[in-house]
């Protein structure tokens, strides 16, 4: 098969697209038939040496795909050839086939298309698994989502307002600010332009952010407890801030305020399985009825990933870029 080779650390330019052994299903596994896949910042950072894939994995980059199975492995009885699929990868999406755990496989949901359907496995997981799940977010409380515009964002602005939340994302652009309100935003913040632990106040009166979504990690990470309400849960899932910040843990405390980290890629099969059907059950209803929609920025044949990269590093896309073998 083709697929998509990290030649060397670096920049876009170590990504090759070449010849790789075709992947064999294992027992509980099936074979995908790959129609695209979506990019991730943990592949970009994965690209520059900084994120090795878990022990075991691909090493070929790529945490999401859709396609059509093409082979069973052993024991797996709930699918069939033929069937469209998306699925959450620990790696390995970046190629014309994958073989991936059968709990981590979803149906296409109904009125998506094969190739967007590659954009929904990582974002909702992520999403549902963390502020949902690990923060448990309720109806009428607020979430603070940052980077609103990103394909983590946009999914958790949608999900959160559908599930009767009151939701404020922050954004980099006055256009991107607009589009949080598009998507369901009940406010956005211009973090280049505004304090967003200012303007949550005001927005809140006062009561802050029950739950936080956070992408940025070290240099966010005394502000945002600032902007936490009492009782508020902190969910750190990246670092492009750094991983090293100085916690005053009084305020905290003060608070009775929680932070949660977890990872997604390296979690056993059997937990990802787990938040898999979970989004099964819960989410996908959303989708099949349009509340919750993929937002796709560009779509690059698969062998121009390094273009595609390029404009994931620039943060000139909204939503999901996609990968289309």
Request: one cysteine or more; aromatic letters at 4%; glycine letters at 12%.
């Amino acid at each position: 098969m083709k697929a998509i080779q990290i030649t060397e650390s670096g920049g876009p330019e170590v990504l090759a697209w070449t010849d790789a052994p075709d992947p064999v299903p294992g027992v509980g596994e099936v074979l995908i038939e790959v129609a695209a896949s979506a990019v991730n910042r943990a592949d970009l950072l994965q690209r520059a040496g900084f994120y090795p894939p878990p022990t075991g994995a691909s090493e070929i980059p790529g945490l999401e795909c859709s396609g059509r199975i093409a082979a069973l492995g052993d024991g797996v009885s709930d699918w069939n050839v033929g069937d469209e699929v998306c699925a959450l990868l620990a790696g390995g999406g970046y190629a014309e086939r994958v073989a991936v755990p059968a709990g981590q496989v979803l149906p296409v949901p109904k009125g998506v298309d094969l190739v967007t359907a590659a954009g929904l496995p990582e974002a909702v997981c992520t999403v549902w698994s963390n502020v949902f799940m690990g923060a448990a977010l309720q109806p009428r409380e607020t979430l603070l989502v940052h980077g609103g515009t990103g394909g983590i964002g946009t999914a958790a602005i949608q999900l959160a307002k559908a599930l009767g939340a009151r939701v404020v994302a922050t954004a980099g652009s006055p256009e991107k600010v607009a589009r949080c309100r598009d998507l369901g935003a009940d406010a956005a913040i211009n973090y280049r332009t505004e304090d967003f632990v200012d303007r949550l106040g005001e927005i809140t009166a006062g009561h802050g952010a029950d739950v936080i979504l956070d992408n940025m990690g070290a240099s966010y990470l005394s502000r945002n407890v600032e902007a936490l309400a009492v009782n508020g849960r902190l969910v750190i899932i990246g670092f492009q801030g750094g991983v090293r910040g100085e916690l005053d843990l009084g305020r905290l405390m003060a608070k009775r305020a929680a932070i949660l980290s977890t990872g997604l890629r390296a979690r056993p099969v059997a937990e990802k399985s787990a938040i898999v059907a979970s989004v099964r059950e819960h989410v996908w209803p959303l989708t099949e009825s349009g509340t919750l929609t993929v937002v796709a920025d560009q779509r690059f044949p698969m062998s121009e990933a390094a273009a595609a990269h390029r404009l994931v590093e620039s943060s000139g896309h909204v939503g999901k870029v996609l990968l289309v073998v």
